[in-house]
């Protein structure tokens, strides 16, 4: 909403834009977002490419276990049974067992047993290793998607940076907030543009939610002070306004330009507030 004219601030004014606009070649927009969501892109690529090595890292390692205590169990299997068949003969002199034909068919049962066991601790094993794969594909196609989410609304944020319609700014900022209901940025913008429209009580809507979810965004204060001030509420306008002057002092310059608080001009506690050197040292020190 903050708007400054040429004659006010000693720029260009609206004739000399009018003059300039049929010579511009490129767009006259800051994408305001675009650092932000390429860094946010960039460390999404790059944990999907770490989770990748360490899924391969990890997957080798198992098969190296698995291989290494299979040998290990083969190996301990085939001294297990020359125990016992040394065990077996023994007690079979010593005692006198019925025949090698029962010695046999025990011994096969132990074995049997045995492998039963190994198959079964195998399977569970071979279980978990599936299930923590699968967990792992399920991360890799969250973080794709990810991607493809911020690519569009990287895409969304310059469309609406380039649209002189109020109207298709706030359809692109409403399908931001279909991908993002949280993107408070996208609430305090389209706030700004139901400002422009017209629609303060909406807009002072919009604020009131982006700042639930962000009680300190300087942009939200800012939007809801002119909201209140447009609708004639001075004093929640000021208190609003006040909180945004706190989190970033350029509000205050903007604040002073700004044709929602064009009523406010006379108003003392706004005084204070944008022209704090205005303010008598005699008298503040009173």
């Keep these: 909403m903050a708007q400054t004219t040429g004659d006010e601030r000693g720029g260009p004014t609206a004739e000399d834009v009018e003059q300039e606009i049929p010579e511009l ?35 080798v390692d198992k098969e190296l276990s698995v291989a290494d205590k299979t040998m290990s169990y083969a190996t301990d299997t085939v001294t297990y049974f020359f125990y016992l068949i040394a065990g077996a ?9 019925n025949s090698i034909r029962d010695m046999r068919n025990q011994l096969t049962s132990l074995a ?32 794709q998607a990810e991607i493809e989410r911020t690519n569009e609304v ?16 706030i359809a692109a900022y409403d399908r931001i907030l279909d991908l993002r209901p949280d993107d408070v940025e996208a609430l ?15 807009a002072i809507s919009l604020c009131q939610r982006a700042l639930k979810l962000d009680p300190e965004n ?15 509420r001075w004093d929640d306008a000021v208190t609003d306004l006040a909180k945004a002057v706190e989190i970033s002092d350029a509000y205050r310059d903007d604040a002073s330009v700004d044709p929602s608080f064009a009523r406010l001009q006379e108003h003392q506690a706004f005084r204070d507030l944008i022209y704090p050197e205005e303010i008598d040292p005699e008298q503040d020190n009173t």
Excluded at 89 to 97: A, M
Excluded at 192 to 202: I, K, N, R, S, Y
């Design 25 to 59: 070649e490129d767009a006259m927009y800051t994408p305001f977002v675009e650092l932000y969501l390429l860094e946010e892109t960039k460390a999404l690529r790059t944990e999907l490419q770490n989770t990748r090595a360490e899924l391969i890292e990890k997957v």
């Design 112 to 143: 049997e047993k045995r492998v039963n066991e190994l198959v079964v601790e195998y399977e569970t094993r071979l279980k978990s290793i599936e299930e923590q794969l699968q967990q792992k594909s399920d991360i890799i196609h969250k973080n």
């Design 89 to 97: 003969t023994s007690i079979l002199v010593v005692i006198g067992w």
């Design 188 to 202: 305090s913008f389209k706030a700004d543009a139901v400002l422009e429209m017209q629609e303060p009580l909406w």
């Design 154 to 169: 990287h895409s969304l944020w310059l469309k609406a940076s380039q649209e002189t319609s109020q109207q298709n700014k």
């Design 218 to 232: 300087g942009h939200a204060h800012y939007q809801l002070a002119c909201a209140c001030a447009e609708i004639g």
